[in-house]
């Protein structure tokens, strides 16, 4: 299956290169400080407080760039150099997921869907890879496993492309923030942007290659018979 490969390390290379440029953005960005000299850490609970959001901690996780916001246990998780950094950088990732927090408390109509495909995604997840090989093995003999790996694959490509606005309006959320309170100027702000584009970038890719593979599979269903 050649068709399928080309897809697979075409999109390979292409979040690679866009990872690259994502952390050599945070790195740059990192070394230019803010307004106020606030911490990621204080920056996100400053904006959790201005914007009316209870109940919800800023904790330090390991890692580099695996911040999030967790809405099971409502905490906003930063990597080390966002939690202490005192920069564009760390206060642009901070702002975003504490966006994620503001939607969870504002109910925001794509977060609720992302959350209520969680469960179904994991399962999907998790054995749609062997089913679909199975029923691409039995194609003519059995179409519905393949029909079944189908559907299971379109609800992780639907989760990919409901992501996309969450990511977005969470992005606009932090962007206006920082902008409002002041943390970034006409000099800082643009940087703050060029991060978080550069971070939206990685769903999207994400989201197309989930999308190109998906129609791949449904071709290969629809010539079963050719």
Known sequence: MPAIWIIFIAFMIISWLIGQQLKSKFNAFSKIPINYGFTGKEIAEKMLRESGVDGVKVVSVPGQLTDHYNPVNRTVNLSPEVYDGRSVAAAAVAAHECGHAVQHDRAYAFLQMRSKLVPVVS???KWVQWVLLAGILMVEAMPGILLAGIVMFA????FSFITLPVEIDATNRALAWLSSAGVTNRETHPKAQEALRWAAYTYV????ASLATLLYYIM?????RD
Do not use: D, E, H
Not at 155 to 158: E, F
Not at 205 to 208: D, N, P, S
């Open 205 to 208: 890719v994400a989201a197309l």
């Open 155 to 158: 609800m992780t490509t639907l």
């Open 123 to 125: 399962v999907a997840s």
């Open 220 to 224: 290969i269903f629809m010539g079963r």
